[in-house]
């Protein structure tokens, strides 16, 4: 059984035996489920489990922390006289990442306001964005390079064993 379903089963119990049938209470279950099921990661074997969900949570706190910055970045940039963008495409190497992982990430890019994802090479080793800020690439490798660490480490994966970009 995944760790998943018992993680869904676990909320469903917590819904029969608290007799609250709400989305809240499902909720509930569910933080409850995912609290039992860190709690004995050692005895049934659910770190990769645990380390996925709390990665998903860093991930969706992250992309919604980089998504208001760029917004509003973006939204002083365009009320300027003179906007500073110096539209540009660069180069992201990807290689240290999965094909899901690389989806995603170009999703991610392609959702933040300034930048969009452009293409993958066909060996999908690199990733090529368009961007508002091509002035300073580093910056953007940079928080491309965040961004990567994030889906990586919300696949389970240790975060700081994702390297992109040497």
Same mark, same amino acid.
């Given at each position: 059984?995944?760790?998943?379903?018992?993680?869904?089963?676990?909320?469903?119990?917590?819904?029969?035996?608290?007799?609250?049938?709400?989305?809240?209470?499902?909720?509930?279950?569910?933080?409850?489920?995912?609290?039992?099921?860190?709690?004995?990661?050692?005895?049934?074997?659910?770190?990769?489990?645990?380390?996925?969900?709390?990665?998903?949570?860093?991930?969706?706190?992250?992309?919604?922390?980089?998504?208001?910055?760029?917004?509003?970045?973006?939204?002083?940039?365009?009320?300027?006289?003179?906007? +500073?963008?110096?539209?540009?495409?660069?180069?992201?190497?990807?290689?240290?990442?999965?094909?899901?992982?690389?989806?995603?990430?170009?999703?991610?890019?392609?959702?933040? +306001?300034?930048?969009?994802?452009?293409?993958?090479?066909?060996?999908?080793?690199?990733?090529?964005?368009?961007?508002?800020?091509?002035?300073?690439?580093?910056?953007?490798?940079?928080?491309?390079?965040?961004?990567?660490?994030?889906?990586?480490?919300?696949?389970?994966?240790?975060?700081?064993?994702?390297?992109?970009? +040497?």
């Amino acid at each position: 059984m995944s760790y998943l379903a018992l993680n869904l089963l676990l909320a469903v119990v917590w819904m029969l035996l608290t007799g609250g049938f709400s989305l809240f209470s499902l909720g509930v279950g569910l933080v409850m489920g995912f609290v039992a099921i860190s709690a004995g990661q050692s005895v049934i074997g659910s770190r990769r489990y645990v380390r996925a969900v709390a990665g998903t949570g860093r991930l969706l706190v992250g992309f919604v922390r980089e998504l208001v910055v760029a917004n509003l970045q973006l939204a002083r940039d365009i009320l300027r006289p003179n906007p +500073p963008f110096v539209p540009g495409f660069l180069a992201f190497d990807v290689r240290a990442l999965g094909r899901a992982e690389t989806v995603a990430l170009a999703n991610l890019v392609s959702l933040t +306001p300034g930048t969009v994802s452009v293409d993958l090479d066909d060996e999908g080793l690199t990733l090529y964005v368009h961007t508002l800020y091509a002035h300073d690439p580093e910056a953007t490798r940079a928080g491309l390079r965040r961004l990567a660490r994030l889906v990586h480490g919300a696949l389970g994966d240790d975060p700081s064993e994702a390297e992109t970009e +040497p």
